[in-house]
């Protein structure tokens, strides 16, 4: 475990006094979910063929029970040629797109073999991006509650141990708590679904989160 103090004293009267340092904990943690992002986009040359394709998509992903959902932006816009200075519609495209997370890849492969075998028509674009592994909310905040306990046991010991070798009486006035965390970065590269499902899953590699409290005593 790396840390560092920064101290300051200021005196309060001639026989007391306040020190202030901070130190950091940290710790690394193997991430439990794996999260993709998908989109599915649809061209067609009217608007409701769009719309009815894009549906029946985004009601498969949402009906599905073994991921974890979030998002789910929809947009429909027409596309156009511009020829002698004329614009011409050619026809409409659409997509959808939502983030998906599993602390089982077995779910997200499932996920992704039904969703490819609803595609109909070349006209129809499934595809995946930023597949990575990230600590889920409990996960983390398991990790930081265990960060702070070790942080004031600390401080606490710490504390005694000042007094006793100051022969003075030392007393704790605040602690003060910043979390950083370090996700591990992954490159960012979007492929078609049907080669992206058969695709490794990423390596579950450490991340790695601190703990930067600063500590405030009074000695006297």
């Given amino acids: ?24 904990f940290q710790t690394k943690i193997l ?3 794996l999260q993709a992002s998908i989109s599915v986009q649809v061209k067609q040359t009217d608007e409701k063929s769009v719309i009815d394709t894009l549906t029946r998509y985004s009601k498969f992903i949402r009906n ?4 974890v ?10 596309e156009y040629n511009y020829e002698h200075n004329r614009r011409y519609k050619t026809g409409y495209s ?33 595809n ?10 409990k996960q983390l905040q398991g990790k930081m509650d265990k ?23 030392c007393i704790i006035k605040d602690v003060s708590f910043i979390p950083k965390h370090y996700p591990t970065p992954y490159p960012t590269r979007t492929m078609p679904i049907d080669k992206a499902a058969f695709a490794p899953t990423p390596q579950q590699n450490p991340q790695m989160i601190q703990l930067h409290p600063t500590f405030q005593l009074e000695c006297k």
């Fill in 94 to 126: 659409g997509t959808i797109s939502y983030q998906i997370e599993s602390q089982d890849p077995k779910k997200i492969d499932a996920f992704l073999e039904k969703l490819q075998a609803l595609k109909r028509s070349k006209t129809e674009d499934i």
């Fill in 69 to 78: 959902k979030k998002g789910g932006n929809f947009n429909v816009y027409p």
């Fill in 128 to 137: 995946i991006a930023s597949v990575s592994w990230i600590m889920s909310e």
């Fill in 31 to 33: 991430p439990d979910t």
């Fill in 1 to 24: 475990m790396k840390s560092f103090f920064l101290f300051s004293l200021v005196a309060i009267t001639l026989h007391a006094y306040t020190i202030e340092f901070d130190k950091t």
């Fill in 64 to 67: 599905f029970p073994d991921v």
């Fill in 147 to 169: 960060l702070r306990l070790e942080t004031l046991l600390w401080i606490n010991n710490y504390t005694k141990s000042l007094s006793k070798s100051l022969d003075t009486s």
